[in-house]
């Protein structure tokens, strides 16, 4: 076994790394991402050991970024694009949903579009505007794109790997505050598929299904939820398109209850898509109805108040109160 | 350097005369052109150009027959049969020129209205009817022609073509990319990203703008305030306007952008100074915004007949050949007529087709919902039986 200990941002490295490696059309694109390695690190060294024919620094362009990664995948190399913050992808959202996403299936599937979009995204680092936000939804929403989260180092290593090396266009949401965590990474181990959720705490009383950034908030909450006597179960959806609502339902039929929780607002969010897709699997299960903790419909606050807008531990065994208590 | 004087021209909408005023294209000093709208051969200091006599009648063909083509598509539209068209009546000479000075290994990213270019490809000119008549978003294997599926966003092409190049560039071949826009497309922030990263990585691509100088109703004047060839210039790389409607000066002014950049010597921006001679599409309705003595002034400049003349003053075709075209004319449209006509509705369940290459469980799920679904209705009509 190769188990080493390591961040989730050297693990994502380290992965990059290796499909450079292992793929020499696997070619990394962004801003920054060359010299500087990303404003995260990211990308750290990747340049210097495979140089700037693999490793590009772009201009200033995000729609030129995902654009041109598109006819590269036409070409038939496997851009992994880097956005550099969550709030930048805006001007490369049409390049992504009017053409990377579509253009398989207008193609009659005669051409493959293997472009990874990587994206930081997420609050909890006291950042200013445009640096924390979540618009999972807004791509998940889209047929055609995959839309994945690692929470952990292991999950970063290999999933990242796993959306290199998809045929489809992959959007991977990068938790930019759980970048430093340390976790341990398998490097040989045989890897959960991509779309797979991930039991990581089991229970018996209550579901709490989360992905990137929350599922460290859920694991504590279930931890504090144990000390009064509660047995609450934590799901690592990981992937938000698809969703793997198999796993979802088979933990609801056995606790009986659900609490989503992610940072991006509740309206219209992923959540909203769970609980009701739940709520026609799982009706005669459910003891309770089918609870979200979230952001609220304003833009993200200042990073002063973001504490306050994050779905904290406290929000969510304040949830989890709830749901008992049907 | 001069700004000439489109630059200057007023909106059209301001005056009448300003129309009838205008200079004609071919005395416009940096227009290259090599066949005069009345037939004339004329010499060009960079643009040298010889062709054989049956170079020269193919080009005729493939001009008369896209045009019949595009004449028949827009009878089916309506005739109901097509629900749109985007017609490029009066683009043939910069469609057939550039198109022809393509080679096989050569990639093409289109727009909508790209017809004469892809009849160069040797697409099937009923592959491009399908997404006009509402049965496919595209319809065609682009690998199979090289030729990328017709763009609908305005000048999310560009992007493409470039990375494209991006990728030639590094895989070592020698292979050129052409994008095709409009002069409405060039305002879009997509072609001047492209302009940036073909320039910044010296991509192999040309940028074919045909400026017919209407961009459904908006005139070129709305979209710039420097002719759009001079653009290029700012961002580091050659820009060459053409007379878009003499198919000789198209022919040689792409097939030198395409040996530059086969070169590695990067990209170049050719404007083709042209005229859509019809609606923007079948449901446009150009009275509304332009002067009919504009188009006229334009008829003058046909690209066909003025080939034609020459052809006819020089003895290089007899009748022979112009009544062979056109029944070769006929027969094309009756194929596409026959074909269209044929084409059958999609399966209810190719909704679900090639959404994702690996698949996709909720895709997966829907499918097998809908099939049930319209199962339901099998049984229950063989119930009431
Ligand atoms: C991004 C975008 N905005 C608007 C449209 C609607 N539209 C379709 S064609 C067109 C005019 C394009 O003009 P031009 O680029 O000059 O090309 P032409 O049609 O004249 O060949 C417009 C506004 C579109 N297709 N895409």
Redesign the interface.
């Known amino acids: 076994m190769a188990v080493e200990k390591m961040s989730l941002a050297k693990a994502l490295n380290e992965s990059l790394r290796k499909a450079l490696d292992t793929d020499p059309k696997v070619l990394i694109m962004g801003e920054d991402v060359g010299k500087l390695g990303g404003v995260f690190r990211i990308t750290d060294g990747l340049q210097k050991d495979f140089g700037e024919?693999r490793v590009i620094d772009?201009?200033l362009?995000e729609?030129?970024i995902?654009?041109?990664?598109?006819?590269?995948?036409?070409?038939?190399?496997r851009p992994v694009v880097e956005i550099q913050f969550d709030g930048f992808v805006f001007?490369a959202y049409?390049?992504i949903v009017?053409?990377l996403a579509?253009?398989?299936?207008?193609?009659?599937?005669?051409?493959?579009?293997p472009v990874v979009v990587r994206i930081p995204y997420g609050g909890g680092i006291g950042a200013v505007e445009h640096h924390s936000e979540s618009p999972e939804a807004l791509f998940a929403h889209v047929?055609?794109l995959?839309v994945v989260s690692p929470s952990n180092a292991s999950d970063g290593y290999w999933m990242l790997q796993q959306a290199i090396q998809?045929?489809?266009p992959v959007i991977f949401f990068e938790p930019k505050r759980r970048y430093w965590d340390k976790g341990e990474v398998d490097i040989e181990s045989i890897p959960d598929p991509l779309?797979a959720a991930r039991v990581a705490r089991t229970g018996t009383d209550l579901t709490l299904a989360a992905y990137g950034p929350m599922v460290k908030v859920c694991l504590e909450a279930a931890a504090a939820a144990q000390e009064e006597g509660k047995s609450v179960e934590v799901l690592d959806l990981r992937s938000m398109?698809?969703?793997?609502?198999d796993a979802v339902q088979r933990s609801v039929e056995k606790t009986r209850r659900l609490v989503v929780v992610h940072e991006a607002p509740v309206f219209y969010g992923s959540g909203a898509e769970i609980a009701a897709r739940i709520t026609e699997r799982c009706f005669y299960h459910l003891e309770a109805p089918v609870l979200r903790v979230g952001g609220f419909h304003a833009p993200y606050p200042p990073a002063r108040l973001e504490e306050e807008y994050l779905p904290g531990l406290d929000r969510v065994l304040d949830a989890v109160d709830r749901s008992l208590a049907y | 350097m001069t700004v000439e004087s489109t630059a200057a021209r007023k909106p059209r909408r301001s005056s009448k005369r300003v129309s009838a005023a205008k200079k004609p294209a071919s005395s416009e000093p940096q227009l290259v052109q090599l066949l005069t709208p009345e037939g004339e051969r004329v010499e060009h200091p960079d643009y040298d150009i010889d062709l054989s006599p049956e170079e020269l009648r193919g080009l005729y063909r493939d001009m008369v027959l896209t045009r019949r083509f595009d004449a028949e598509a827009t009878a089916l539209q309506r005739q109901g049969e097509l629900g749109l068209w985007a017609s490029l009546l009066g683009q043939e000479a910069a469609q057939i020129g550039s198109g022809r000075a393509l080679r096989d290994d050569d990639y093409v990213f289109p727009t909508y209205r790209e017809h004469g270019v892809a009849w160069c490809r040797g697409v099937d000119p009923t592959n491009l009817l399908g997404m006009f008549r509402g049965v496919n978003h595209g319809g065609w294997d682009p690998n199979s022609n090289n030729f990328h599926l017709y763009t609908i966003v305005i000048g999310s092409q560009t992007l493409h073509a470039t990375g494209y190049a991006m990728g030639v560039a590094k895989d070592g071949a020698d292979s050129a990319v052409i994008a095709y826009f409009g002069d409405g497309a060039s305002s879009q922030g997509d072609v001047a990203e492209s302009f940036t990263f073909s320039a910044v990585y010296n991509a192999p691509v040309v940028f074919f703008c045909q400026n017919n100088q209407w961009a459904i109703s908006e005139p070129t004047e709305r979209q710039t305030r420097v002719p759009l060839y001079q653009r290029a210039q700012g961002f580091g790389f050659p820009g060459v306007r053409v007379d878009g409607n003499d198919v000789l000066a198209c022919l040689a002014v792409t097939r030198s952008a395409l040996e530059r950049a086969r070169r590695g010597e990067g990209p170049t921006l050719v404007e083709a100074f042209t005229y859509r001679m019809g609606a923007h599409t079948t449901s446009d309705d150009p009275t509304k915004y332009r002067h009919d003595d504009e188009r006229q002034a334009w008829e003058a400049k046909d690209p066909i007949l003025r080939l034609r003349t020459y052809l006819e003053n020089q003895g290089l075709a007899d009748e022979a050949f112009f009544t062979e075209l056109d029944k070769e004319s006929d027969v094309l449209a009756k194929r596409v007529r026959e074909a269209v006509r044929a084409m059958p509705d999609p399966d209810h369940m190719a909704i679900f087709d090639n959404v994702y290459a690996d698949g996709h469980a909720l895709v997966d799920e829907e499918r097998a919902q809908f099939a049930a679904y319209q199962a339901s209705f099998a049984d229950a009509s063989e119930e009431g039986k």
């Open positions: 024919e772009t201009p362009a729609s030129g995902v654009g041109t990664a598109i006819g590269l995948a036409l070409r038939g190399y001007p049409d390049q009017t053409q579509k253009m398989h299936a207008r193609a009659l599937g005669k051409i493959k579009l047929a055609g995959k998809s045929d489809d779309h398109s698809p969703i793997d609502f």
